[in-house]
């Protein structure tokens, strides 16, 4: 680990200004810290060497609170294990509820937070540790996954230049939940939608979303669920519990009238980025629930599927995933986690 | 003096541990919990290549930063001896080339330096700045063991090949196991304290006198020089019996800098360099009659071994006496790889060797159409047929029923996918293991106090597994005294030289150690017999007295009066008295008898194809192993063996990169183990049939017999549900995605048309980036 300055804050600005005054610093010099499951780990390994650590946690971000349109704000302070068990959300929103039980472990979830989550960093090996090449970790230096292990890895939205997996579970069901990110800098605050939060690797896998130097999650956001609208999360991994997805779903779903009236499908553990599958949504609204619809509308996201040495198993894992979330969704059932 | 066995208070009966509420409590100390005055830290230094030569290593910045007080290497950390290592002296030790020997790199992580600073943020920070220089050479890394690997013939009876060719029904299948690394929750650590020439080794070790035997050759000191210490254990499952190169060069800097060193390992260095279970590949060949018998077995195997370290996995150790046929052979071989020292992990040869001759006996019940445990009953040998020898006690036959009727094994269908509960397919698997029983050599004494107390002493340690309460049970069940009263003092190598924590062999050789000492105390409360008072006990003639339940009595007279131990130390002015036993070990011996535990394993797995969810609901586990002096502590053992059991079934596997020879999952949330929600339901039998062979109580060892056979049973009963044989272990998901939801063979997707091996990466051409939806 690299020798560290270390800053509490207890207001907002002083979080901003103090980052503003390092916005000359390369890339990863400075770093918020929340819960640090991520970024305290990632130190230890020598992966994140930043110079200042600012630490955060005494900002006023920790409320879940209801919004005038019916949705939720979900502050970014806000523990994964405190966001899981909150009876609005798990009422509401249980996708999300399920999502963040399914991750980690009960010790983590009480440390990480919301916005921490959104940034958490792919768990692929080479990523994360320095003897090999990493072009996520140091630009330009090639993809050692490629041709490696790869089990774990992505078969959507991988470039030649990375192909390491969006981690989280939370963010599949903000994905699928439509949820925005809320973000202040220094030139003031933002929103942005969570689809287009994550940036895929392409040429630049070490650009990760559209955070810019310095910029701090404030808040996340979910709208009103949809009218009579069922969500849950199916994770399907090697072991029942702590343990990465080898495939997850989370669905949001209205049938009325034996037709699909709204759909939302978002994919995790397949993915460079949380996998928002609109063309599978395509596939499936207006249509009558039908194994046959439900096949269809997997086909129709994982046709793009390109997998590497060890993952191509993960095609009919994600087919199955996708299609047991569907008609679990329709059935009116869900996933009991930690049993 | 005989050995009552029965009317036991104590022994047999389920005891809560004795160090329990030290260990609940946080007040037993580990070896890392050891801190003293002035005490450095040390942290070593991996090579970052597997193989090749160390060119030059620059220590400058490192010993430049704060708080570094050295940094050691080859040149400068001074002389470490190559150890003795003959199985005479039960010198055990399976890395033989001392740490920093010379400038050859045969692993990654390989010690080439260690960096010693007053923090242990402060060394980490030394041992990352280390720079070293190599000339790096292609690891040799391919898993593929048996190809092109000359075999050698171990054991061998009738003709096998001739009579397998002769079968009518036939197996011959190849079957692999992974790389398994320990994870002992506990870290090797070492603190090594020097006073004078002196060198105490606060250590991580499951056998106190055997390191103490290794580091003092190691250091080229003398044996009264070096003591050890190990009061407490967090589990060692094999891992802790070797003196790793980390302890040396604990010791070493500790020595060179004189003042106390602590060392605790990295849970990747553990995986590096503190030993793990090798890879096996293993080819079995059945032949049968129509009349289900066994006419022919081979059991053929390579394991992996470090390129300058031999290690064998005896995976066919139990083929030859297992089951009754004329005609068996087999033969092995070790290929060298560029990966640590293997070492013994739970069950060594038989865990693996299990899996590999109870899945080809499950597939040859198959063939034969025929019950799996029938097909085991039907091929019980009478006798040990690799010896001509009988078997000192076997009742697998018994274990096996006995398991059959508590598991409701007649129930099973043995059509693949045929039974169904809750929505979701089971499968039901069998399968048996054997495992040798006998003795170390070992002394203990015993002391009885005027207090009314006994103090047991033995240079033996408890790894978790519950000698603490083993010995307090077998005194106090002899002296007529409470557990609390004996105070049993273990894990130091001052103590008189007891058994390594090792084999499943401890219980087994304390038993006549501390009966002999028993008799002798008791030899001695007669003597002092003369001094009391009393002239009826002064008087008596000594073979006229005796000591039973630890009350001094007139053997004419059983329940007549009698004087507690306590009282005849009193009334004599004696505050204690000491016995000392020896008992010798069987390990050279040529055995008359063959002496061995058995289990047989049953498990249930549940299996959703429609999510590719395979998981283990239950098992029964039947232990054959002589008397359990401690059903509490017994039964707790072996669930912990069959939690390790559906590990090796499902999740572990040490995975390297070939390119660099790298452990890539070298931590705890990538090297997938059970968790509690992948625990099943656990259902431990214990026939309790005593052997009184192995020694007076009839206890044998229960350490590993409880793991062995688990991965067989439920690679059997995955096959039962799922109609899928994974012969590669662990059996993960893309095994099972091998067949669609109704069970039949999947078509190949248009990715797979130029298929990759694991073991042999191809050059990979990138793809392009999906133009994915949006």
Not at chain 2, 205 to 223: A, D, K, P
Request: aromatic fraction near 6%; charged fraction near 20%; include cysteine.
């Amino acid at each position: 680990m690299r020798a560290f300055t270390f800053k509490q804050v207890a207001r907002q600005e002083e979080a901003l200004l103090l980052s503003d005054a390092h916005a000359g610093a390369s890339p990863g010099e400075v770093r918020f810290i929340a819960g640090g499951t991520t970024l305290v780990d990632l130190m230890k390994l020598n992966v994140e060497r930043p110079s200042v650590v600012i630490d955060i946690n005494r900002l006023p971000l920790d409320k879940i609170e209801t919004t005038p349109d019916g949705g939720v704000r979900i502050g970014a302070l806000v523990r994964n294990g405190d966001c899981a068990h909150h009876p609005l959300l798990q009422s509401r929103y249980p996708a999300l509820s399920q999502a963040l039980l399914s991750g980690a472990s009960a010790q983590l979830r009480n440390m990480a937070t919301t916005g921490g989550n959104l940034l958490q960093r792919t768990r692929c090996t080479y990523f994360r540790d320095t003897v090999w090449t990493c072009n996520k970790r140091v630009p330009g230096s090639g993809c050692s996954a490629i041709g490696g292990a790869n089990r774990m890895l992505a078969i959507l939205g991988a470039s030649e230049h990375c192909i390491a997996t969006n981690p989280s579970d939370m963010n599949v069901a903000l994905t699928a939940l439509e949820a925005t990110v809320h973000l202040q800098g220094k030139e003031g605050e933002r929103s942005v939608a969570i689809d287009e939060f994550f940036h895929r690797p392409g040429t630049t896998p070490h650009i990760e979303n559209v955070l810019r130097p310095g910029e701090l999650i404030t808040a996340v956001s979910l709208p009103a669920p949809a009218p009579g609208s069922r969500s849950l999360y199916l994770k399907l991994r090697d072991r029942a519990t702590y343990e990465f997805a080898l495939a997850s779903a989370a669905v949001v779903l209205t049938a009325a009238s034996g037709r699909i009236t709204h759909v939302r499908l978002a994919l995790g553990g397949v993915g460079t980025v949380p996998w928002r599958a609109h063309e599978a949504e395509a596939a499936l609204l207006g249509k009558g629930p039908s194994p046959e619809i439900f096949r269809r509308a997997a086909e129709a996201v994982l046709q793009h599927a390109r997998p590497q040495s060890e993952n191509g198993f993960k095609v009919e894992l994600a087919r199955r995933c996708i299609t047991h979330a569907l008609t679990t969704a329709v059935a009116g059932g869900g996933e009991q986690y930690g049993s | 003096m005989a050995v009552d066995t029965g009317n036991n208070t104590l022994i047999g009966k389920p005891q809560s541990r004795i160090d329990g509420p030290v260990k609940v409590s946080g007040q037993a100390r580990y070896t890392s919990d050891y801190s003293f005055s002035g005490m450095l830290y040390a942290v070593p230094v991996g090579a970052t290549i597997a193989r090749g030569k160390l060119l030059s290593l620059d220590t400058k910045a490192a010993e430049a930063m704060p708080g570094v007080r050295a940094v050691f290497h080859g040149g400068n950390i001074g002389k470490l001896y190559r150890a003795s290592f003959l199985m005479a002296d039960l010198v055990l030790l399976d890395e033989k080339r001392p740490p920093l020997a010379d400038n050859d790199i045969n692993y990654f992580g390989q010690y080439i330096a260690v960096a010693v600073a007053e923090t242990f943020e402060q060394a980490t920070a030394a041992a990352d700045a280390v720079e070293a220089r190599y000339a790096a050479e292609r690891p040799v890394m391919n898993f593929d063991l048996l190809r092109g690997t000359e075999l050698k013939q171990s054991d061998h009876r009738g003709d096998a090949v001739k009579a397998l060719a002769g079968s009518p029904v036939k197996v011959d299948e190849v079957y692999s196991t992974p790389v398994q690394t320990h994870n002992a929750i506990e870290l090797h650590a070492t603190v090594a304290v020097w006073e004078g020439g002196n060198c105490t080794l606060y250590d991580t070790v499951q056998g106190v006198g055997n390191h103490q035997l290794v580091m003092t050759q190691r250091l080229g000191i003398e044996r009264e020089q070096m003591r050890v210490i190990t009061r407490y254990l967090g589990s060692g499952f094999g891992g802790k019996i070797s003196a790793w190169g980390h302890c040396c060069l604990a010791a070493a800097a500790a020595r060179n800098l004189d003042r106390p060193v602590k060392l605790v390992l990295s849970r990747r260095q553990a995986f590096e360099s503190a030993g793990h279970r090798p890879a096996t590949q293993q080819r079995v060949q059945l032949g049968a009659s129509a009349e289900v018998k066994l006419v022919s077995l081979q059991h053929d195997y390579v394991n992996t071994t470090a390129m300058v370290e031999d290690f064998t996995e005896y995976c066919a150790e139990a083929s030859p006496f297992l089951y009754s046929t004329a005609n068996m052979s087999s033969s092995s071989a070790l290929a060298r790889r560029t990966i640590g020292a293997a070492t013994s992990m739970r069950g060594p040869g038989a865990v693996p060797g299990s899996f590999a001759l109870e899945s080809a006996m499950d597939e040859l019940a198959y063939q034969l159409r025929v019950d799996p445990v029938a097909l085991r009953h039907r091929n019980e040998p009478a006798l040990d047929e690799s010896m001509g020898i009988p078997f000192s006690s076997r009742h697998l036959t018994e274990a096996l029923n006995a398991g059959a009727e508590r598991f409701g094994w007649s129930q099973r269908t043995p059509e693949v996918g045929s039974m169904k509960r809750d929505g979701l397919t089971l499968g039901w698997g069998v399968a048996v293991a054997a495992w040798g029983a006998g003795r170390f050599a070992s002394s203990a004494t015993v002391d009885l106090r005027a207090d009314g107390t006994a103090r047991v002493s033995c240079g033996t340690q408890d790894i978790g597994t519950g000698t603490y309460t083993v010995l307090a049970q077998l005194v106090g069940e002899r002296l007529g005294i409470a557990m609390d009263r004996v105070e049993v003092a273990i894990g130091d190598s001052n103590l008189p030289a007891g058994p390594l924590s090792g084999g499943s062999l401890v219980t087994s050789s304390l038993v006549p150690a501390i009966s002999r000492a028993l008799d002798e105390a008791s030899q001695r409360l007669v003597t002092a017999a003369s001094l009391l008072p009393d002239s009826r006990w002064s008087k008596a003639r000594p073979e006229d007295l005796e000591v039973v339940k630890g009350r001094l009595g007139l053997k004419a007279n059983p329940s007549g009066p009698a004087l507690s131990f306590s009282e005849v130390l009193q009334q004599t002015g004696v505050r204690s008295l000491t016995g000392t036993g020896l008992s010798d070990g069987t390990i050279l011996e040529k055995p008359k008898l063959s002496k061995h535990c058995f289990s047989a394993q049953f498990a249930e797995v549940t299996w959703q194809p429609e999510i590719a969810r395979l998981r283990v609901s239950r098992v029964v586990t039947v232990i054959d192993s002589g008397r359990i002096i401690n059903p509490k502590a017994g039964r707790n053992q072996i669930v912990g063996a069959v939690v390790m059991g559906v590990g090796m079934a499902l999740f572990e596997g040490t995975e390297y990169d070939p390119r660099k020879g790298v452990a890539l999952n070298s931590n705890l949330a990538d090297y997938v183990m059970t968790t509690h929600a992948d625990t099943p339901d656990i259902d431990v039998i214990f026939l309790d049939c005593p052997d009184f062979e192995v020694n007076e109580l009839g206890a044998k060892g229960i350490g590993e017999i409880g793991m062995a056979g688990v991965a067989g049973a439920i690679a059997n009963a995955a096959y039962h549900a799922t109609g899928i044989r994974v012969r590669e272990l662990p059996i993960r998901i893309e095994a099972l995605l091998k067949r669609n939801q109704t069970g039949r063979e999947l078509k190949k997707e248009p990715w797979q048309t130029h298929p990759t091996t694991k073991t042999k990466p191809q050059p990979h051409r990138a793809n392009d980036s999906p133009d994915a939806p949006s």
